[in-house]
């Protein structure tokens, strides 16, 4: 059978999705459409990719120097250039304090050598690049490692080379429907990237736009070079994480209201199934949480609390569409690993990845598994009311 598959963001946890797909198609199964958020938008695009489950699992046990090569999305910000210091908000912020025996002139070229030095620091200059960047880390290599992913194996009978592609040309070539989640933080806007959308965005960009976990990794600004966004220009915009308004979009593939299908393309008559992360579920076998991030915990509260206040508003959104569709959601096992927990040991992966298959059996073996979405019921000739998703749909592109 085929589906059209929702992938649930969740960063480190997202590995959880390789065994599900494993399970998915021995079962037979195959997708058309593929949406995804975050680390959802990663699994969705590699699928999209031609990647197997097999291929996938081999990117995850990848090592650099001994430890997983997903430990480097965690890095140290790259360094701050003379422009960058001298137009920071930083520096605009020491200029303020006058001291009125200091020339003007003095006192700025004292503060960009002062901002230079403390740069060298590396504590420091995970604070700017917080500051001046939206996260305490660079993410410079995912871009790499991504990139890399969709430039090497076989695709079809030549060699896959999908990196440097946009939107349209990967839909151009893979023919796969493939739309990843963000937001646009300067509009306060859901952003869902397509073909359709986003023609002239970058893939690469469009999924590291889509994983940007607010205060983690810094923020993304949209490059006038990617085109506009359903024919709005959104040049110079911050772009984070999509999950900072919907993790789980379910609601994208079963509406067939205007305002999404302008978006999605028509709606299909494919059965949908979403693929959630479910942190309430314990994962067989799965050792006390191990994290192995080379920063202080107090130093992440207030990523901590970014995450929950996040985690709360989007939850009564999401939570609406899973009470509602529970029949399409297939939850996997999550419980006690980390968001960003990528250097998690072989033992926890593995546990994770087998849990991830055991729950898609059993979603599979449930014939409510299988049921179709439901859609508006017409009360009146000719006329269809609202389901609940055209509902919840309208008010998350609102």
Known sequence: MKYDIVFEGGGAK??????????????GHSFDRLLGTSAGAITATLLAAGYSPAEMLEALLEKEAGRSVFTGFMGPPVSFSEDEIRNSATKKMLDGVDFTFVPDFVEKKLHEALLRALTASGTFRHVLALVERGGWFAADRFISWFNAKLNSGTWKSGRREFGSMTLEQFFAATGVELA?????????????????????CPIVWAVRMSMSIPLVWDEIVWQASWGKYVGRDVAAHAIVDGGLLSNFPIELFISDAPQVTKLMGPKKDNPVLGMLIDEKLPVPEAKGLLVHINIKPEEL????????????????????????????????????????????????????V??????????LDTPAGLTLPSKGVARIPGARMPSTADRIAANLLE
């Open 14 to 27: 997202g590995m959880v999705f390789v065994g599900a797909c494993e399970e998915f198609f021995t079962r």
């Open 354 to 363: 087998r849990a991830g298959r055991e729950a898609m059996a059993l979603y």
């Open 301 to 352: 509260k207030t990523v901590q609390r970014l995450r929950r206040l996040v985690d709360t508003a989007t939850g009564a959104h999401d939570k609406m569409v899973i009470d509602e569709y529970s029949h399409l959601v297939a939850h996997l096992p999550a419980a006690g690993y980390g968001t960003t927990e990528f250097d998690m040991s072989d033992e926890r992966r593995d546990a994770l």
């Open 180 to 200: 990843v989640v963000a937001s646009d933080t300067t509009d306060g806007k859901i952003l869902v990237l397509n073909h359709r959308t986003a023609p002239d």
